[in-house]
């Protein structure tokens, strides 16, 4: 039976909450196979583009956004997208972490690397990209990823991510929540949610219990009472083609593109996020510059 993977968005009755809880159980395990990643760089990445799907609840029409993080541990470079209809991907720079800290630090923050930056690109249909960055404050992906949140964009929020495997290494549950505090939110409305919110089972722990996103923003939001904004159903998917490769090479250097197309054999290009090959002959390579 294939995984769900859904994403529901709510406001608080009084307007001063806003809420986002997904399930991403089944895109993990596909990036996971697509990525190769071992046990803590499942985690990681799966943390990252969990956290994308949820901020990208806030998309419209054409829009898109990229979360990357970039730090000092073996991983170097994580990178998740989506769109505001809800496709996901994700790749990683090196799908290996490593040995596991001797010291009982987290391993996933060792992977990502303490000192390194969250990099936020929105691409809002304007003239240029929105971008923005934070060091990384735990490296943690989902108080990173709160921590952007409160201090760029000004809106206080609590995010919840996680990832569960199976003794094989597998995604057994992935999900996560976003909760925002609106202006006009009151002092003793926050105070509540901040105690709701440490009291609750990890989220990994809630969605292995057969929980779905709206039972999860009920328990967060206990007693807050809340309407459903809406749902849609999350899914991997690429945009790499062929045009959009053949744009790519036809923006390298002419000295690189001569030097490509000197070669005896064919140059194949591999999309890092779905591993998808495209193949060109050096006369075709020979051709772009026409």
Not at 85 to 110: F, K, Q, T, W, Y
Not at 124 to 151: C, H, N, W
Not at 164 to 186: K, M, N, S, T, Y
Request: glycine share 8%; with cysteine.
């Amino acid at each position: 039976m294939p995984e769900k993977n859904q994403l529901i968005r709510i406001l608080s009755d009084d307007g001063t909450l806003r809420g986002m809880a997904a399930e991403t159980t089944g895109i993990i395990e596909e990036i996971r196979v697509l990525q190769q990643t071992d046990p803590v760089a499942t985690i990681a990445l799966g943390r990252l583009a969990t956290g994308t799907a949820l901020m990208g609840a806030l998309l419209k029409n054409r829009e898109r956004l990229a979360l990357m993080m970039e730090g000092n541990g073996p991983l170097r470079k994580l990178h998740a997208e989506t769109d505001a209809d809800g496709s996901l991907r994700a790749s990683i720079a090196n799908p290996l972490s490593g040995p596991p800290p001797e010291d009982g630090s987290s391993a996933v923050a060792r992977a990502i690397g303490k000192a390194g930056f969250l990099h936020v690109i929105k691409d809002l249909g304007l003239k240029e990209p929105y971008r923005s960055m934070v060091q990384l404050q735990t490296s943690e992906v989902g108080e990173d990823i709160a921590f952007y949140l409160t201090s760029s964009e000004q809106v206080p929020s609590a995010v919840a991510v996680g990832v569960l495997l199976d003794a094989e290494g597998r995604v057994e549950a992935a999900g996560g929540f976003l909760i925002q505090a609106l202006p006009g939110c009151p002092d003793a409305t926050l105070e509540k949610l901040e105690q709701t919110l440490n009291a609750l089972p990890p989220i990994t722990a809630l969605l292995q219990s057969g929980r779905t996103p709206e039972q999860v923003l009920d328990q967060a939001l206990r007693d807050i009472p809340y309407h459903t904004l809406g749902r849609c159903e999350l899914r991997f998917r690429c945009n790499c083609s062929l045009p959009r490769v053949t744009t790519m090479l036809r923006g390298l250097p002419e000295e690189d593109r001569r030097e490509l197309a000197a070669r005896d054999e064919p140059t194949t290009i591999t999309c890092e996020y779905c591993r998808k090959t495209y193949s060109f002959s050096p006369e075709e390579l020979a051709g772009l510059g026409d």
